[in-house]
């Protein structure tokens, strides 16, 4: 009780600069998951930033990771939020529910973003913070540029028929099945997902059994083996499955430009596209 009425007395104090703030470009604006925080960095100046989530400067998972390093992190607590006396909240629309509940109840403005699962979500999200954030022409451009980038890798790509394959394989024998942002990148950079072929579960696991049995001409990892230490990595390092890996083409996919559906997507495309290109010298004619 003491806690609600401390929290309720700081956002009281809050209220006017939270209200004035929605006629004006937020200037403290808190960014409460690591989606959010990515689609925010690349939009407005770093001053604007008041703080991240803990998870932007992870280099594994943050393509901002080098360049956040000196703006604040929090777990996102309210009391921690408050305290920031913030004029815009950025959340994923499941981003820590009895946080976001209460800072709604305190009438701060709290914006809630979808989550990209495809490329023309990636899109909306983006301009659903430059909305919040007051920066829309400048996401038109960063918009602009994102296509023109998918546009070349795609008039670049092969043609649908005689496509290389290609599985991103992840710890715990998940595959990336279709309808997935990732899986959208291979098919902009030429691949056909060979996941669909491989009878994933209902959890999009396959066995190595099936990796082996149906190889495909491109093995992605999300990261290298020996990034992990648990055992469902176990089948990273499995003698079948390296035996497959000596046989055919593979490569690690950097998991932080694929995590969360955002422009880094394009960086995705890229390198698959290069990979594509590599691939398509070393491999024999049909």
Not at 79 to 89: A, N, Q, R
Not at 128 to 151: H, M, N, Q, Y
Not at 230 to 236: E, F, K, M, N, Q
Request: aromatic share 4%.
């Amino acid at each position: 009780m003491i806690l609600r009425c401390a929290l309720a007395a700081l956002a009281l104090a809050l209220m006017p600069a939270s209200l004035s703030a929605q006629n004006a470009k937020p200037q403290r604006i808190v960014s409460l998951n690591l989606c959010t925080d990515i689609l925010l960095f690349d939009l407005v100046a770093p001053e604007r930033i008041a703080a991240l989530s803990p998870s932007a400067n992870d280099p594994r998972a943050s393509p901002i990771a080098e360049r956040v390093q000196p703006i604040r992190r929090i777990r996102g607590e309210a009391e921690e939020v408050l305290s920031l006396s913030p004029d815009l909240v950025l959340a994923a629309e499941f981003t820590a529910p009895a946080t976001i509940s209460m800072l709604e109840r305190l009438k701060l403005r709290v914006v809630k973003i979808p989550m990209a699962q495809d490329i023309a979500g990636v899109r909306t999200s983006l301009l659903r913070v430059a909305e919040a954030t007051g920066d829309t022409e400048k996401a038109r451009a960063a918009i602009a540029a994102f296509d023109a980038r998918l546009a070349r890798a795609r008039a670049a790509s092969a043609p649908e028929e005689g496509r290389p394959t290609a599985v991103i394989y992840q710890i715990n024998g998940i595959v990336s099945g279709t309808g997935l942002l990732e899986d959208e990148a291979l098919s902009h950079a030429g691949f056909r997902n060979l996941a669909p072929d491989l009878h994933a579960d209902r959890g999009g696991r396959v066995s190595i059994e099936a990796i082996v049995a149906h190889p495909p001409d491109l093995l992605l990892f999300a990261g290298p083996s020996d990034e992990y230490r648990t055992v469902v990595a176990d089948a990273l390092v499995h003698p079948a499955l390296r035996a497959v890996m000596h046989d055919r083409a593979t490569a690690v996919l950097p998991w932080r430009d694929w995590i969360c559906g955002t422009p880094y997507i394009a960086d995705t495309v890229d390198v698959l596209a290069d990979l594509r290109r590599r691939l398509a010298v070393r491999r024999p004619p049909a």
